[in-house]
């Protein structure tokens, strides 16, 4: 029997040496974000860690800047969040009653930001540690590649709190862990440890506490030496056919 964990570390690329400068132009200014660039990666950080990097509207507005105005050269991009927690979710300090068109709007607007991450023009690995829940989970869900070390937990807790996804996590949850998992997630509160998390479904590496980032940027260096058209099928292509009947998706191929 392979011990998953030894067979995922075997498969770890080196170390990413590369040297990481703060971003110039438009992503310079970004005051809730910590952007980088090393070679062909860039590396953005959740710059919020008093709050947990919660996820406010104007840290929705700049992930979303980062994404459609990346550097030239750019071919990978990393997520992480400085402090103890990638990312706690949505910054309750902003839950506001909204109404009906207000809701919606506002839902789209988070939709918009995680779309350019999804289906943006690189591929985006992400590192977790600590707490990936609500709106944390859903823009963790929206990165190609999920690394958590072994402090990471997942939750979403929207069903305690009398609302509901909005970042689309409906629609991208349910296909990493199935409908009746998130189900159980927003119905009880139940939370999954890295562990679980790894087995499920949320992350496709796990490594030792600490070492997400680490882990994060070096696939990601891998992933930027591949043909840039092989990385955007994959990122365009393959989810797509995945969604169609088998017939369909094997003429799109």
Same mark, same amino acid.
């Given at each position: 029997?392979?011990?998953?964990?030894?067979?995922?570390?075997? $498969?770890?690329?080196?170390?990413?040496?590369?040297?990481?400068?703060?971003?110039? %132009?438009?992503?310079?200014?970004?005051?809730?974000?910590?952007?980088?660039?090393?070679?062909?990666?860039?590396? #953005?950080?959740?710059?919020?860690?008093?709050?947990?990097?919660?996820?406010?509207?104007?840290?929705?507005?700049?992930?979303?800047? &980062?994404?459609?105005?990346?550097?030239?050269?750019?071919?990978?991009?990393?997520?992480?969040?400085?402090?103890?927690?990638? =990312?706690? *979710?949505?910054?309750?300090?902003?839950?506001?009653?909204?109404?009906?068109?207000? %809701?919606?709007?506002?839902?789209?607007?988070?939709?918009?930001?995680?779309?350019?991450?999804?289906?943006?023009?690189?591929?985006?690995?992400?590192?977790?540690? *600590?707490?990936? #829940? %609500? +709106? %944390?989970?859903?823009?963790?869900?929206? =990165?190609?590649?999920? &690394?958590?070390?072994?402090?990471?937990?997942?939750?979403?807790?929207?069903?305690?709190?009398?609302?509901?996804?909005?970042?689309?996590?409906?629609?991208? @949850?349910?296909?990493?862990?199935?409908?009746?998992?998130?189900?159980?997630?927003?119905?009880? +509160?139940?939370?999954?440890?890295?562990?679980?998390?790894?087995? @499920?479904?949320?992350?496709?590496?796990? #490594?030792?506490? *600490? $070492?997400?980032?680490?882990?994060?940027?070096?696939?990601?260096?891998?992933?930027?030496?591949?043909?840039?058209?092989?990385?955007?099928? #994959?990122?365009?292509?393959?989810?797509?056919?995945?969604?169609?009947?088998?017939?369909?998706?094997?003429?799109?191929?």
């Amino acid at each position: 029997i392979v011990n998953q964990r030894n067979y995922i570390d075997a $498969e770890t690329p080196q170390p990413m040496t590369t040297t990481f400068t703060p971003a110039t %132009g438009p992503l310079a200014s970004l005051d809730l974000l910590q952007v980088s660039v090393g070679g062909p990666v860039l590396h #953005v950080r959740l710059n919020r860690p008093a709050k947990r990097n919660a996820l406010s509207d104007p840290l929705i507005q700049q992930l979303h800047t &980062v994404f459609i105005n990346l550097p030239e050269g750019v071919r990978a991009a990393v997520i992480s969040g400085e402090g103890s927690h990638f =990312c706690a *979710g949505l910054d309750l300090s902003e839950l506001v009653a909204r109404d009906i068109h207000s %809701g919606v709007l506002h839902s789209r607007m988070w939709h918009a930001a995680f779309a350019a991450i999804q289906f943006g023009s690189v591929p985006v690995v992400v590192a977790l540690h *600590g707490a990936v #829940v %609500g +709106g %944390g989970l859903e823009l963790a869900a929206s =990165c190609h590649i999920r &690394v958590a070390d072994d402090s990471t937990y997942y939750g979403l807790p929207e069903g305690q709190r009398g609302i509901f996804v909005g970042g689309g996590g409906s629609a991208r @949850i349910p296909r990493l862990i199935g409908v009746a998992r998130m189900t159980d997630l927003m119905m009880t +509160g139940r939370v999954f440890d890295a562990e679980e998390g790894q087995q @499920i479904g949320l992350s496709q590496y796990l #490594v030792p506490e *600490g $070492e997400s980032l680490a882990k994060a940027l070096a696939l990601a260096e891998r992933i930027a030496s591949n043909a840039p058209m092989s990385n955007f099928a #994959v990122m365009h292509a393959l989810p797509r056919i995945a969604d169609q009947s088998q017939s369909e998706g094997l003429f799109t191929e």
